[in-house]
Protein backbone atom coordinates (compact mmCIF):
# COMPACT_ATOMS: atom_id res chain seq x y z
CA UNK A 1 0.00 0.00 0.00
CA UNK A 2 1.09 3.37 -0.26
CA UNK A 3 1.03 5.75 2.40
CA UNK A 4 -1.89 8.42 1.34
CA UNK A 5 -5.31 7.45 2.59
CA UNK A 6 -8.18 7.49 -0.20
CA UNK A 7 -11.75 8.23 0.06
CA UNK A 8 -13.70 4.86 0.60
CA UNK A 9 -16.38 3.30 -2.29
CA UNK A 10 -17.69 -0.11 -2.75
CA UNK A 11 -15.57 -2.43 -4.54
CA UNK A 12 -16.70 -3.26 -7.89
CA UNK A 13 -15.07 -6.35 -8.54
CA UNK A 14 -17.06 -7.75 -6.03
CA UNK A 15 -19.65 -8.07 -8.54
CA UNK A 16 -18.17 -10.46 -11.12
CA UNK A 17 -18.29 -13.04 -7.27
CA UNK A 18 -21.64 -15.19 -8.10
CA UNK A 19 -22.74 -16.83 -5.43
CA UNK A 20 -25.65 -18.42 -6.93
CA UNK A 21 -27.26 -15.04 -4.37
CA UNK A 22 -28.92 -11.90 -5.72
CA UNK A 23 -27.38 -9.71 -7.98
CA UNK A 24 -25.49 -6.33 -6.83
CA UNK A 25 -25.59 -3.44 -8.52
CA UNK A 26 -23.49 0.03 -7.75
CA UNK A 27 -24.46 3.24 -8.36
CA UNK A 28 -23.78 6.64 -6.86
CA UNK A 29 -20.04 6.67 -7.90
CA UNK A 30 -20.07 3.10 -6.13
CA UNK A 31 -21.30 3.92 -2.66
CA UNK A 32 -25.08 2.71 -2.69
CA UNK A 33 -25.31 -0.87 -3.34
CA UNK A 34 -28.58 -2.62 -4.63
CA UNK A 35 -29.06 -6.26 -4.00
CA UNK A 36 -31.59 -7.74 -6.16
CA UNK A 37 -33.63 -10.68 -4.42
CA UNK A 38 -35.67 -11.57 -7.66
CA UNK A 39 -32.74 -13.07 -8.61
CA UNK A 40 -31.28 -15.45 -5.80
CA UNK A 41 -30.74 -19.23 -7.41
CA UNK A 42 -29.13 -20.67 -4.16
CA UNK A 43 -28.76 -18.54 -1.65
CA UNK A 44 -30.27 -15.42 -0.16
CA UNK A 45 -26.74 -13.82 1.03
CA UNK A 46 -23.73 -11.85 -0.69
CA UNK A 47 -21.03 -9.97 0.56
CA UNK A 48 -19.76 -6.58 -0.40
CA UNK A 49 -16.28 -5.65 0.10
CA UNK A 50 -15.04 -1.96 0.40
CA UNK A 51 -12.48 -0.54 -1.82
CA UNK A 52 -9.57 -0.10 0.78
CA UNK A 53 -8.12 -1.58 3.29
CA UNK A 54 -6.64 -1.18 6.95
CA UNK A 55 -3.09 -1.95 8.27
CA UNK A 56 -0.26 -0.56 10.62
CA UNK A 57 -1.54 1.32 13.30
CA UNK A 58 -4.78 3.01 11.46
CA UNK A 59 -8.03 3.63 12.91
CA UNK A 60 -11.32 4.19 11.05
CA UNK A 61 -14.81 4.20 10.98
CA UNK A 62 -16.49 2.54 8.05
CA UNK A 63 -20.33 4.17 8.33
CA UNK A 64 -23.44 2.40 5.77
CA UNK A 65 -26.78 4.16 5.96
CA UNK A 66 -29.67 1.46 5.43
CA UNK A 67 -31.61 3.20 2.93
CA UNK A 68 -33.65 -0.06 1.94
CA UNK A 69 -33.69 -2.72 4.89
CA UNK A 70 -37.21 -4.21 5.32
CA UNK A 71 -35.61 -7.73 6.13
CA UNK A 72 -33.72 -6.90 9.31
CA UNK A 73 -30.41 -8.97 9.22
CA UNK A 74 -27.21 -7.90 8.24
CA UNK A 75 -23.43 -9.16 8.70
CA UNK A 76 -20.84 -6.59 9.15
CA UNK A 77 -16.67 -6.88 9.80
CA UNK A 78 -13.86 -7.23 8.04
CA UNK A 79 -11.95 -10.32 5.91
CA UNK A 80 -8.29 -10.51 4.46
CA UNK A 81 -7.65 -10.32 1.01
CA UNK A 82 -7.53 -13.90 0.80
CA UNK A 83 -11.21 -14.49 1.87
CA UNK A 84 -13.15 -16.69 0.18
CA UNK A 85 -15.26 -14.27 -2.23
CA UNK A 86 -18.19 -16.73 -3.59
CA UNK A 87 -18.75 -18.57 0.02
CA UNK A 88 -23.13 -19.55 0.04
CA UNK A 89 -23.05 -17.18 3.25
CA UNK A 90 -19.77 -15.09 4.77
CA UNK A 91 -20.95 -15.82 8.35
CA UNK A 92 -20.29 -19.32 8.33
CA UNK A 93 -16.87 -18.75 7.82
CA UNK A 94 -14.66 -17.28 11.02
CA UNK A 95 -11.00 -15.50 11.53
CA UNK A 96 -8.78 -19.43 10.26
CA UNK A 97 -10.69 -18.83 6.79
CA UNK A 98 -9.23 -15.03 7.44
CA UNK A 99 -12.98 -13.66 8.08
CA UNK A 100 -13.25 -11.72 11.53
CA UNK A 101 -17.67 -10.84 11.44
CA UNK A 102 -20.74 -10.31 13.28
CA UNK A 103 -24.05 -11.98 12.41
CA UNK A 104 -27.12 -9.15 13.44
CA UNK A 105 -30.54 -10.61 13.79
CA UNK A 106 -33.87 -8.43 14.00
CA UNK A 107 -34.22 -5.35 16.05
CA UNK A 108 -29.93 -4.34 16.13
CA UNK A 109 -30.57 -1.76 12.93
CA UNK A 110 -33.82 0.28 11.29
CA UNK A 111 -34.47 0.96 7.85
CA UNK A 112 -32.63 4.83 8.21
CA UNK A 113 -30.18 3.98 10.38
CA UNK A 114 -26.19 4.29 10.72
CA UNK A 115 -24.40 1.08 10.86
CA UNK A 116 -20.97 1.68 11.74
CA UNK A 117 -17.60 -0.55 11.60
CA UNK A 118 -15.14 0.64 14.11
CA UNK A 119 -11.37 -0.88 12.86
CA UNK A 120 -8.71 -0.45 15.44
CA UNK A 121 -5.38 -1.67 13.85
CA UNK A 122 -3.05 -0.54 16.82
CA UNK A 123 -5.41 -2.70 18.95
CA UNK A 124 -6.41 -5.35 16.51
CA UNK A 125 -10.05 -4.98 17.40
CA UNK A 126 -13.49 -4.23 15.15
CA UNK A 127 -16.37 -3.03 17.26
CA UNK A 128 -19.88 -1.87 15.59
CA UNK A 129 -22.36 1.14 15.93
CA UNK A 130 -25.63 2.03 15.24
CA UNK A 131 -25.95 5.55 14.97
CA UNK A 132 -22.89 6.56 17.08
CA UNK A 133 -24.09 4.05 19.61
CA UNK A 134 -22.37 0.75 20.89
CA UNK A 135 -25.31 -2.09 19.10
CA UNK A 136 -27.10 -4.12 21.31
CA UNK A 137 -26.01 -7.35 20.22
CA UNK A 138 -22.64 -6.06 18.93
CA UNK A 139 -19.88 -7.94 20.46
CA UNK A 140 -15.65 -6.69 19.69
CA UNK A 141 -13.92 -9.09 17.42
CA UNK A 142 -10.64 -9.16 18.73
CA UNK A 143 -6.63 -10.51 16.60
CA UNK A 144 -7.89 -9.18 13.79
CA UNK A 145 -5.57 -9.78 10.35
CA UNK A 146 -2.42 -7.60 9.48
CA UNK A 147 -4.22 -6.51 6.86
CA UNK A 148 -7.88 -6.31 6.40
CA UNK A 149 -11.05 -5.00 4.16
CA UNK A 150 -14.09 -3.63 5.71
CA UNK A 151 -17.09 -5.97 4.29
CA UNK A 152 -20.93 -6.16 4.23
CA UNK A 153 -23.11 -8.95 3.65
CA UNK A 154 -26.63 -8.75 3.23
CA UNK A 155 -30.18 -10.86 2.91
CA UNK A 156 -31.28 -9.72 -0.12
CA UNK A 157 -34.81 -11.42 -0.81
CA UNK A 158 -36.73 -8.16 -0.06
CA UNK A 159 -33.82 -6.30 -2.37
CA UNK A 160 -32.22 -4.43 0.46
CA UNK A 161 -30.00 -0.64 -0.40
CA UNK A 162 -27.05 0.76 1.47
CA UNK A 163 -24.89 3.69 0.93
CA UNK A 164 -21.44 3.66 2.12
CA UNK A 165 -21.00 7.59 3.56
CA UNK A 166 -17.77 7.24 5.72
CA UNK A 167 -14.69 5.80 5.72
CA UNK A 168 -10.75 5.94 4.25
CA UNK A 169 -8.07 3.42 3.41
CA UNK A 170 -5.23 2.62 2.17
CA UNK A 171 -5.15 1.41 -1.44
CA UNK A 172 -2.60 1.34 -4.68
CA UNK A 173 -5.06 -0.81 -6.94
CA UNK A 174 -8.64 -2.51 -5.96
CA UNK A 175 -8.33 -3.83 -2.01
CA UNK A 176 -10.09 -7.21 -2.95
CA UNK A 177 -7.44 -8.08 -5.93
CA UNK A 178 -4.28 -7.72 -3.58
CA UNK A 179 -3.90 -11.06 -3.06
CA UNK A 180 -5.14 -14.57 -4.38
CA UNK A 181 -5.81 -17.47 -2.36
CA UNK A 182 -2.68 -20.17 -2.55
CA UNK A 183 -3.42 -22.63 -4.38
CA UNK A 184 -3.26 -26.14 -1.94
CA UNK A 185 -1.25 -29.33 -3.33
CA UNK A 186 -4.21 -31.34 -5.53
CA UNK A 187 -6.31 -28.66 -6.24
CA UNK A 188 -6.24 -29.20 -9.96
CA UNK A 189 -6.91 -32.62 -9.97
CA UNK A 190 -9.92 -31.96 -7.85
CA UNK A 191 -11.07 -29.28 -10.68
CA UNK A 192 -10.59 -31.62 -13.27
CA UNK A 193 -13.03 -34.00 -11.50
CA UNK A 194 -15.96 -31.23 -11.79
CA UNK A 195 -15.76 -30.38 -7.93
CA UNK A 196 -16.22 -26.36 -7.17
CA UNK A 197 -13.24 -24.21 -6.32
CA UNK A 198 -14.56 -23.51 -2.97
CA UNK A 199 -15.51 -26.34 -1.91
CA UNK A 200 -12.52 -28.60 -3.18
CA UNK A 201 -10.09 -26.25 -1.27
CA UNK A 202 -11.81 -26.27 2.07
CA UNK A 203 -12.39 -30.33 1.45
CA UNK A 204 -8.38 -30.31 0.79
CA UNK A 205 -8.00 -28.31 4.26
CA UNK A 206 -10.01 -30.47 6.55
CA UNK A 207 -8.44 -34.01 4.48
CA UNK A 208 -4.14 -32.27 3.66
CA UNK A 209 -4.49 -35.42 0.54
CA UNK A 210 -6.61 -35.75 -2.41
CA UNK A 211 -8.26 -39.15 -1.90
CA UNK A 212 -9.70 -37.98 1.42
CA UNK A 213 -11.19 -34.63 0.33
CA UNK A 214 -12.99 -36.87 -3.10
CA UNK A 215 -14.62 -38.71 -0.27
CA UNK A 216 -15.30 -35.91 1.71
CA UNK A 217 -16.62 -33.99 -1.44
CA UNK A 218 -18.64 -37.16 -2.24
CA UNK A 219 -20.57 -37.78 0.80
CA UNK A 220 -21.26 -34.01 1.12
CA UNK A 221 -22.80 -34.21 -2.86
Not at 30 to 46: H, I, L, Q, S, Y
Not at 66 to 95: M, R, Y
Request: with cysteine.
Amino acid sequence: YRDRMMKATFDNACLAWENGGPRITLSNNNCTAFWDGTVCEKTGWRQLRVSTAMEGTDTQDFSFRLDKFQHQEIVLGVVSPNAAKTPSCLHSLGPVDGVWIQYFSFGNFNEGDIATVRIDMTARCVSFLCNGEPVKEGQPLTNIGDLVIPVVEMYGHTSPQITLIGGEGRNSTSAASLASPPQPKGLDTLLSMGFDDQQARQALQATNNVEDAVALLVASA
